[in-house]
């Protein structure tokens, strides 16, 4: 498999399939930049050595063209970015996207449109596919955020480039140290899950308790353990359903000598709103009419000390509803367990967009090993599952 460096870059144009996929407001202001700031080495690299690059990417789920979702919408602040002109076109494929692909000059950085507005994306359609790649000499994915998915840009396309294909930066990184978590984390390994349910998680649960020393359990699943164990929990989210899978992962955990650390405390909530009356409680003994939010002081001192006795550290998932100040002191006080352990000499890998949110929120990425761009994509990779858009880089 080629590495990008291996390629000669002068006068090649370089397609490269991102993940700008980025949050924006009402007034399509962007929020979080962190997936295009995470594109710049790969660009400044081919546009600083003479090539050109050609962008394409998705933006949420459009029903046809959704000016909202329009790529244009990035240009300016790209721009910026790469302190550079980023030149647009309003269509991905046919006549007039090849044409401005074609007249780049060295150095140029060119950005298509949506994706999604066409269906064959998602479809995989390969003659979608087969016009998308006339748009470069060489196939570049750097979206380890869609690398799950089997679509036209992101693992049907790379056929038409036979050797021509290669991971930019951020791909080659993801793969990089996600893979020191899998199979040769250093000991002692703690993984943390949080988040609202057991059922998104189970795959991945079922799949740490074979790798780690510690599984800590956060966020709404908490509840559906504490009920399984006879708990009483109130209002708080809990899936009936799962109660016996919940049983069923205690008792895997215990067979295979892996410490699993439920909250013992909670913080509760009347309602659904930052400024609901609050009452601290055990965790099984959430009062009826009141909600589990949090985890409680204790729980957070106990993970706490679990997350710096460790020497690799996966987080998956916030603690609580973190978006409301009186309901983020549980994921507030694991991020900066992440960051402390990582002083330590800890590996801290952070994955999931809520978790990703939660150590941007706190200003606390640049404190930690490594923050994933992938969530959905990161847990599939860690599953084991073989994901489209490597496969597709890798197998010739």
Known sequence: MKHLDSFPFQNQRFLIRVDYNVPMDSDLNITDDTRMRATLPTINKIISSGGSVVLMSHRGR?????????????????????SQEVKFIDQCVGDKATKASKSLKSGEVLLVENLRFH???TAGDIDFAKQLSELGDVYVNDAFGTAHRAHASTAVIAQFFKQNKCFGYVMANEIENIDKVVGGAKK??????????????????????????????GGGMTYTFVKAMGGEVGNSLVEEDKLDLALEIIETAKSKGVRLCIPTDSMNADKFDNDANKEYSLVGNVPEGFMGLDIGHQTAQQFNEVIEQSATVL?????????????SQGTKAIADALVSATQKGAFTLVGGGDSVAAINKYNLSDKVSYVSTGGGAMLEYLEGKALPGIAAITQD
């Open 62 to 82: 459009p029903k046809g063209q959704d000016d909202s979702l329009s790529m244009r919408h990035l240009v300016a602040h790209l721009s910026d970015l790469l």
């Open 119 to 121: 269906t064959e994306e």
């Open 188 to 217: 002692p390994f703690t993984a943390i899950m949080g988040g609202a349910k057991v059922s998104s998680k189970i795959t991945i649960i079922l799949r740490m308790l074979e790798e780690v020393d510690n599984l800590i359990i």
């Open 315 to 327: 987080w998956n998932g916030p603690m609580g509803v973190f978006e409301m100040e009186n309901f």
